[in-house]
DNA sequence: CTTTAGTAGTTGCACATGCAACTAAAGCCT
DNA sequence: AGGCTTTAGTTGCATGTGCAACTACTAAAG
């Protein structure tokens, strides 16, 4: 007779995750701004060299698959925040590339999700344990990244 | 100029949630098994007194939208793995039930569960970090409560 | 060269989700 | 009782996601 429930510590990530970030998204939309996704598709282009990262570097970033970056892609670009370009050194591959409504988009993104991130999370901590939980987070992500490249 | 960065800690939760899950998912389908998202509901019910819940307490406690659980009732409904009853008291509502093939399942699926959260998560954190762990993501929780309620 | 294998990215189709509108039944209020 | 508001749950429609199959190109092997 196991005991089922899942391990206490897990479930609440789990449900501190979903509850969180439903928070934030909530901070997103009520000041009309696109959702956490988008912001992240904005950030990771700014970050790179020439504000472009090809395809499939950028669902590595995202942690998306490939596809679902395609059509993350499609839609950004639809709302003109990022465009396409052919890569010139391999002509199959395409780069995302920031524009400057999608720059300017971001910029007006961050204050409101800096905001959120305080409100809703750093504020709640302190300095000691967030230092505690980056650690934990930060080895749990390596463990898993050493497992999956054996 | 702001450091766009959001909060390393947030997103290293953010990172650490998707990846993790991402192998918990992968360690179910490798079973053949279905997703987490079907074993909530299954344990929901089995803790439930009678093994059945009102839609609208199942969606609370899996933190999902009302509608979203008409839907995934629907298709556990379909797989003969819960079935729906009418309320007794209330002509308006529905229960989800149990049946006793959902409840095998969930047995089933619990020891592969099980391991993947010993392997992936708790095997990787001392009894102590796990506890730390728990009290923050309990106070971030109670915090979220606090304000949404006002 | 030219065949074969591999990689980058997209797309068709089936399925899942979010939102607003809907039906049906309670619960109030006078 | 009759009407107004609220609550439980479902559904139509538009949008998002996952998987396998596809196109276009590159790289490696003979």
Known sequence: MPVPSPSRTWALMLSAHAVLLAAMEQRLKAADLPS?????????????????LRMHS???????TRFNVTRLVDRLERA???????AKDDRRGADAVLTAKGRALRARMWPVYRTAIDEIFNQHLTAG??????????????????SGEE
């Not at 950030?43 to 790179?48: K, N, V």
């Not at 003109?80 to 052919?86: A, F, I, N, T, Y």
């Not at 967030?130 to 463990?143: I, K, N, T, W």
């Open 36 to 52: 956490l996704e988008w912001y992240d598709v904005l950030w990771a282009l700014e970050q790179a060299p020439d504000h472009r």
């Open 58 to 64: 950028l669902a590595e970033r995202l942690l998306l």
């Open 80 to 86: 003109g925040l990022v465009s396409r370009q052919k």
């Open 129 to 146: 344990q967030r230092q505690a939980l980056e650690g934990m987070l930060e080895h749990l992500l390596q463990a898993r990244r050493a």
